[in-house]
């Protein structure tokens, strides 16, 4: 059974840094596409970034590009995400989902296209 584990949330002040944590198990990360997606109150879940850990293909949505980073340890079958620079519309419960990267053409960048979601991870940034 596929599960995902999303931790690191918590509260930080304008411009400081958290890292997220995605633990898979039930599964093997080179063989998935993992994504983070983030959702705040009264909004429609977003993109923030993805990554096949096969070959590093990456992609970072436009609103985090240049602050945050997604990257894998195959080993831990863990995927994070290092978010710098963070900002006040950063806050929202973060999630981590993932899909068998055989399904996709190409990296696998819209919620749509993922199955397996872990629960979320409260990111508050405030003063």
């Known amino acids: 059974e596929v599960q995902l584990q999303a931790s690191g949330g918590g509260l930080v002040q304008p411009g400081g840094s958290l890292r997220l944590s995605c633990a898979g198990s039930?599964?093997?990360?080179?063989?998935?596409?993992i994504g983070w997606f983030r959702q705040a109150p009264g909004k429609e879940r977003e993109g923030v970034s993805c990554?096949?850990?096969?070959?590093?293909?990456?992609y970072n949505y436009d609103s985090v590009k240049g602050r945050f980073t997604i990257s894998s340890d195959n080993a831990e079958n863990t995927v994070y995400l290092e978010m710098n620079s963070l900002k006040p519309e950063d806050t929202a419960v973060y999630f981590c989902?993932?899909?068998?990267?055989?399904?996709?053409?190409?990296?696998?960048?819209?919620?749509?296209?993922?199955?397996?979601w872990g629960q979320g991870t409260q990111v508050t940034v405030s003063s």
């Open positions: 989902a993932a899909d068998p990267g055989y399904r996709h053409y190409g990296l696998a960048i819209l919620p749509s296209e993922y199955n397996y």
């Open positions: 039930g599964f093997n990360l080179d063989d998935y596409h």
């Open positions: 990554i096949s850990s096969s070959d590093g293909m990456t």
